[in-house]
């Protein structure tokens, strides 16, 4: 005898930041629910976090992973939201055994992007020049392209830290070109950093909704947003990340896709912070199983001594 599908809800309640960014991709997903399933009602709650609330600290030094997600987290654990929406990159591999990542929608550009209104380019900036970022990603492929930059740590939000560069407090910042682009402020930006010459966080471009494992009904209604390519593409770079013990403050990057003959493909590298040094490794394998690139990318990876760069790294911070 088979089971009888799940009810499809009829009010669903979105949890997500206030950032006008984090607004912005939860506004996306109430808007593609109601287009899929006319007559939903959306809601969206807005819920502080920990980073939101401290704005002014490095994200290290206020406990780095999870600074973004917990407290939504919650909220669906505990029923006062149904689903929650975030930037993927932020969502740390191991979590909530309660909760699920229910969908992908199809990912934006994987690629970074640098605002420099005067030099334009990384390649053109001056020795010595000074650039932002929040991301020890980032500041190390930035100093493995050029070690005579400096590199500063920067917080706020995406309008705070473009307009760094814009107001000529630095040089120059990076952001996502994803985050820029859903704002309209792509125009702002003066290179593109693509892979594979500057690989992106593990699930850059993506958005990732959570919901409770054991609600089918909500499970069934996220499905209709879920692009399988992405999905699985955001599983092997998790795979990896997780495998190495990572968090998404780690210096670690990884760009997973699929193949034009539907093979899973997949970049991943790890830095040290100040880039004097690099381990990578590009992989392929069968698209039904991320998993299991994932998990070949990180042995890879600690082949090439991948443990003793992080194991340095954290002891570092």
Do not use: Y
């Not at 640098?114 to 030099?119: D, G, Q």
């Not at 912070?273 to 042995?299: I, K, N």
């Amino acid at each position: 005898m088979t089971s009888p599908s799940p009810t499809t809800p009829d009010r669903i309640r979105i949890g997500t930041r206030g950032s006008r960014l984090a607004r912005w991709q939860a506004e996306w997903v109430a808007a593609a629910l109601r287009e899929r399933r006319p007559g939903l009602v959306v809601e969206l709650i807005e819920i502080r976090t920990h980073g939101d609330r401290d704005r002014n600290s490095p994200l290290s030094a206020i406990g780095g992973t999870g600074l973004f997600t917990k407290e939504i987290q919650r909220a669906v654990l505990d029923g006062a939201v149904d689903v929650a929406v975030h930037s993927l990159k932020d969502l740390p591999t191991f979590g909530p055994e309660e909760l699920v990542l229910g969908a992908v929608p199809g990912r934006e550009d994987v690629a970074d992007a640098l605002i420099a209104p005067t030099h334009q380019t990384l390649e053109a900036l001056p020795p010595g020049a000074h650039v932002g970022t929040g991301s020890h990603r980032r500041r190390a492929q930035v100093l493995h392209a050029r070690p005579d930059l400096i590199v500063s740590a920067v917080r706020g939000n995406v309008e705070t830290r473009m307009n760094l560069a814009l107001d000529g407090k630095l040089d120059a910042v990076i952001l996502a070109w994803a985050g820029l682009h859903r704002l309209g402020l792509h125009d702002r930006v003066t290179q593109r950093l693509e892979p594979p010459a500057v690989l992106p966080a593990v699930g850059q471009g993506a958005l990732g909704i959570e919901c409770r494992r054991d609600d089918p009904a909500t499970l069934a209604l996220l499905g209709l947003l879920d692009e399988p390519n992405s999905h699985r593409a955001v599983v092997a770079e998790r795979r990896a990340l997780a495998e190495l013990e990572g968090g998404c403050m780690i210096p670690m990057a990884a760009w997973g896709r699929t193949s034009p003959e539907g093979r899973l493909l997949l970049d991943a590298a790890v830095f040290d912070p100040d880039g004097r040094t690099r381990v990578g490794t590009s992989l392929e394998g069968p698209a039904d199983d991320p998993d299991a690139l994932g998990l070949r990318a990180a042995e890879a990876l600690r082949a090439q001594g991948a443990d003793a760069i992080l194991d340095a790294f954290r002891a570092g911070r």
